[in-house]
């Protein structure tokens, strides 16, 4: 039996707010958790670029809505390039070990693998310490211009990495290379951080339960995008009156994705119950932002995962059977932390 340990912080909002509608979190901030408010509030206006995660200012320069749709576009490009080419069979890739960082290592040879070093290094876990650690990486790597042939073995750069090769000065270079590792390592980030969570909770996996019932039920209970911000807005007062002119709102899908009134059983891992919902038209589901203003980058993020559960099942891995307790820290992305892959016993008797 594994437990899933939250932090104090989390397991706090779980205790003291589930089936909560609207409360006050903070002397500025009220916290929603109710569906049909939340419905309402994130329908009230579209998200500012300080309210975008992925695409907020960069090193004090405004990030276009036009610019970050364009950005998106070029990594779903190298994405679907990389899902075009030959998979890896299970046999030929070991994916054993610490998740979510040996899935996200993969993503990261299996997309970029061929930028050279200076870009791809930007992709490491490591930069998420501290802001100044990756504007130091960054600054390095802006010193000399990219050439449009640099790939590594004279493979061709991602199309991504050619924003890089196409800025001329310093300047530019250096936000070339922060959009790079602001469009890039989220996508490997959030996948590997999705299978791993999956894993842990379905771990080991019925043969007859489709990967995408796993990501979905996995999406409800551990949603990576678990908190939405939205800053202090006229519209908001005149949706719900326990919200004041200055409050600001954080929106909870990790409450509205167990409210017991929404779902039966909503602390048991039943990826059967999505036989029968439709994830984009089920209340109280955020895995991907309102309907109003879906996150752009989830059609990249189903087909990798997917990709991921099939070479890890092919492969006969699961949790392994003597770690019983994960621990879920308080981070933007909610995961799991160092999950351990290993042989099943199937596999390790066929083996």
Request: glycine content about 8%; overall charge neutral.
């Amino acid at each position: 039996m594994r437990a899933t340990v939250f932090h104090p912080r989390l397991a706090t909002l779980f205790r003291e707010h589930l089936g909560q509608d609207v409360f006050r979190l903070e002397p500025d901030t009220i916290g929603i958790a109710g569906h049909e408010v939340a419905d309402r509030i994130l329908a009230a206006r579209r998200a500012t670029e300080t309210e975008r995660p992925t695409f907020k200012p960069l090193h004090g320069r405004s990030i276009a809505r036009s610019e970050a749709s364009s950005v998106t576009r070029t990594i779903g490009s190298d994405v679907r390039e990389a899902l075009k080419r030959e998979r890896p069979r299970p046999e030929d890739v070991d994916l054993s070990g610490l998740w979510p960082l040996t899935g996200h290592m993969f993503l990261r040879d299996m997309i970029l693998g061929n930028d050279p070093y200076r870009l791809r290094v930007l992709m490491s876990r490591n930069l998420e310490l501290t802001t100044k650690l990756t504007w130091s990486v960054i600054s390095a790597g802006a010193a000399l211009p990219l050439s449009k042939r640099g790939g590594r073995r004279g493979a061709p750069l991602t199309s991504l990495a050619g924003l890089v090769a196409d800025a001329t000065t310093y300047q530019d270079r250096r936000y070339a290379l922060g959009m790079y590792r602001r469009a890039a390592a989220p996508v490997c980030f959030t996948v590997s951080t999705l299978v791993s969570n999956a894993l842990w909770l379905g771990s080991p996996i019925d043969p007859e339960t489709p990967n995408q019932h796993l990501l979905y039920e996995s999406l409800r209970m551990l949603p990576p995008s678990w908190n939405l911000l939205r800053n202090a807005s006229p519209e908001y007062p005149a949706i719900d009156d326990r919200i004041g002119a200055g409050d600001d709102v954080l929106l909870l899908p990790l409450l509205s994705h167990r409210d017991p009134e929404l779902w039966d059983a909503p602390h048991e891992f039943r990826p059967e119950r999505w036989e029968t919902l439709d994830p984009d038209n089920t209340p109280g589901y955020l895995p991907f932002g309102h309907s109003s203003e879906r996150c752009w980058g989830r059609h990249m993020v189903m087909p990798l995962a997917e990709l991921l559960l099939d070479l890890i099942r092919g492969s006969g891995l699961e949790v392994d059977p003597a770690q019983t307790t994960g621990k879920v820290p308080l981070a933007g992305l909610l995961g799991v932390a160092d999950v351990r892959l290993v042989k099943g016993r199937r596999a390790a008797a066929a083996a």
